[in-house]
């Protein structure tokens, strides 16, 4: 979209961002399905996983940052990718590259509560990509990832459509 520095230009798009805000034309939410930034990224949905790729992990072994370029939206909130490869994975089977409990803290889930999953503390565990607060709490979950992973999975059905301040 090319806006020009008209003041109609500038009245159109002062009458599409009240509209949005105002819920006239409201982008796909994550609501608190999904760890995300404030705000909206430049694709019109907020930013998940801190803008790293989620697929860096799977394919190149560890975290790495997307591009503004690169992006899909995907259950209300923009993924960021470091390749064209990655992001094609990506579309192909999101579920399989999305972190578990939206990016919010895995051990915190476990325990009932949606913390800020750091997207450097991370553990791959059967295949699926675990995020958690800190250092103190990744290890706490590393202790006994399984157990932690049980407890957070029956926990996940009660609170993912809970706000987090309201846990």
């Known amino acids: 979209m090319t806006l020009s520095r008209s003041p109609l230009s500038k009245l ?3 009458a599409l961002v009240s509209a949005t805000l105002a819920g006239g034309i409201a982008p796909a939410e994550a609501a608190d399905e999904v760890n995300v930034v404030p705000g909206l990224s430049i694709a019109g949905a907020p930013l998940a996983l801190h803008g790293y790729d ?3 992990y799977f394919a190149d072994g560890g975290p ?3 591009s503004d370029s690169l992006v899909h939206i995907h259950d209300g909130a923009a993924y960021r990718f470091a390749s064209q490869a990655n992001l094609d994975r990506f579309k192909q089977a999101p579920d399989r590259y999305a972190p578990q409990y939206g990016g919010f803290c895995a051990y915190g889930v476990s325990v009932g509560k949606k913390f800020d999953g750091d997207p450097t503390l991370w553990k791959i565990d059967d295949g699926k990509l675990y995020l ?20 957070a999975d029956r926990n996940w059905d009660d609170i993912e459509h809970v706000a987090a301040g309201d846990l």
């Open 54 to 56: 989620p697929v860096a």
């Open 64 to 66: 790495r940052r997307g």
């Open 12 to 14: 159109a798009l002062a």
């Open 132 to 151: 958690n607060l800190n250092e103190e709490i990744y290890e706490t979950f590393l202790k006994d990832v399984d157990g932690n992973v049980e407890k």
